[in-house]
């Protein structure tokens, strides 16, 4: 995809939404950690509607901490995976307690080191609480670089790459919020609404879906 495309493609973007951001509910750096520890392989609709009862009782790593891991299994148990990220998060809170003056660190070194901390949710967090143009390139990017041509790559962090290299600078913090929200309600997994689509044009799907009787 040129250049030309791409410039065109997030200035649509941003008029259609110029401020965007996670779907996640948080007040606070560290609630947005946990919230994006506990998405992992979950709907942010199940996360929100678990820490909507967590937060108003732990929200810190010391309260979080206290609460204990048998007892946080208790607000998550509805979410994928949660014996592991009680156990995680228990641990995480340990060390943002022992470590880093219970502080979310502004280091992606540090955020990695953090129990169930990888790349991406180190990534969304030097984004959407530190403001740093990082791209987590989830599912959903990850489907719509490739499809559309913006940025095909074989892996994760292939992509990643790609994009900060075609993204122009002045788009960048914005970036990964615009195509999580474009894979997740338009270019779907399954069937991409195509008619529906903003960029539809721009676009260099092949396979493009057509609106019903046309």
């Not at 939404?17 to 750096?29: A, D, G, R």
């Not at 967590?54 to 995976?81: D, Q, R, S």
Request: glycine share 4%.
């Amino acid at each position: 995809m040129n250049a030309k495309k791409v410039l065109e493609i997030f200035k649509r973007f941003k008029k259609q939404n110029s401020h965007p951001t996670t779907e996640l509910l948080y007040k606070t750096p560290f609630e947005l950690l946990i919230a994006v520890v506990l998405s992992a392989q979950a709907t942010d609709v199940s996360v929100n509607k678990a820490t909507s009862k967590l937060f108003p009782v732990a929200n810190t790593p010391a309260t979080l901490f206290a609460l204990g891991e048998t007892k946080l299994k208790t607000y998550i148990k509805t979410i994928g995976l949660y014996n592991t990220k009680a156990k995680n998060i228990i641990k995480l809170c340990q060390l943002l307690i022992d470590n880093y003056h219970s502080r979310v660190p502004h280091d992606r070194t540090a955020l990695e080191s953090l129990p169930g901390v990888g790349r991406k949710t180190a990534n969304v967090i030097l984004n959407t609480a530190f403001g740093e143009p990082t791209i987590a390139v989830d599912t959903h990017i990850f489907r719509v670089a490739n499809r559309i041509g913006l940025a095909p790559g074989k892996t994760v962090r292939a992509v990643e790459e790609k994009l900060l290299i075609v993204i122009p600078k002045a788009f960048q913090h914005d970036a990964h919020h615009w195509l999580i929200l474009h894979g997740r309600y338009t270019c779907l997994a399954r069937k991409p609404r195509c008619p529906d689509c903003l960029i539809a044009d721009l676009c260099e799907y092949q396979d493009k879906t057509r609106a019903p009787n046309s």
